[in-house]
């Protein structure tokens, strides 16, 4: 059997956003032009990358063990095509990296949001965003219809941006100006009520039968559910957050933001 030694096997790994950046621009995104790099040394943007701890699936034969799930750190790229798997030695140190990645993203994303709202004015309609980042969509993640492999949770990944008026999902981070017009869904903030986990279950007769969510019970945890009321009754979509902290932040826009839409708001129209 033939053997080929690769030069150098960190070729592979990471997203590059030295091309198709769309609307971002290396300075909007924080990336330096040049970087002092070795052959065997590989450069990855945090920028709008998901990050999650431990196997989403932990009935796993390759998982099954607890301890060895709460020490994987998955970084998941922001089109979704490439994820990079850590595992730290211990829980200590899986907290303290977890912890300084997700501070970093959250860092990067807050800069960006300032450039980027210079640029997306127009095609959001004037619409300024608040806040963006990946939230799991637990609609996705509890379908017994799909099959993933233990760390393979893409599909149930969301990016969500909450402007002053709306709230977008999209299926990956938006690079151009066609994507940020075709959201897979949006809502207007003045028909969304966010449900923090510490609430009641929300029990099926009191959801639109036509939800595809409806047989779906908040899980506890870092969870929220948001409810919205469309032509075609109410409707629930569900979400996990990594942290209780990003529980809070995402609590202080969705809500704010519905409050500050109500109260900028002068009249309203219901069709017969």
């Known amino acids: 059997m ?92 899986t907290s303290a990296w977890f912890s300084a990645i997700v501070s970093c993203i959250c860092t990067l994303n807050a800069k960006a949001i300032v450039g980027l709202n210079q640029v997306v004015v127009d095609t959001l309609d004037g619409a300024a965003i608040q806040y963006l980042g990946w939230l799991t969509d637990m609609s996705c993640a509890r379908s017994p219809t799909i099959s993933r492999s233990p760390l393979d949770n893409s599909c149930s990944r969301t990016f969500v941006v909450v402007t002053d008026r709306d709230i977008l999902l999209f299926s990956k981070v938006p690079w151009t100006r066609d994507e940020w017009l075709s959201p897979s869904d949006s809502f207007s903030l003045l028909h969304v009520r966010f449900i923090p986990n510490s609430c009641s279950p929300v029990s099926s007769s009191d959801m639109s039968s036509s939800s595809p969510s409806s047989s779906i019970t908040p899980p506890s945890g870092t969870s929220f559910s948001l409810r919205i009321g469309t032509q075609s009754g109410i409707q629930y979509k569900f979400f996990r957050t990594e942290t209780q902290s990003d529980l809070t932040v995402w609590a202080k826009f969705i809500v704010k933001g ?9 009249e309203v129209a219901f069709g017969m």
């Open 2 to 93: 033939p053997f080929f030694r690769k030069a150098c096997v960190l070729t592979d790994f990471g997203w590059d956003f030295s091309s198709g950046l769309g609307l971002f621009s290396r300075s909007l995104v924080d990336e330096p032009e040049q970087v002092m790099r070795q052959k065997d040394t590989k450069v990855i943007p945090l920028f709008a990358s998901h990050v999650t701890r431990g196997s989403l699936d932990n009935n796993s034969t390759e998982f099954e063990s607890g301890r060895i799930s709460s020490r994987i750190i998955q970084i998941t790229s922001p089109d979704k095509k490439d994820s990079l798997v850590l595992r730290a030695p211990n829980d200590n140190q």
């Open 258 to 266: 519905s409050h500050d839409v109500a109260m900028s708001t002068r």
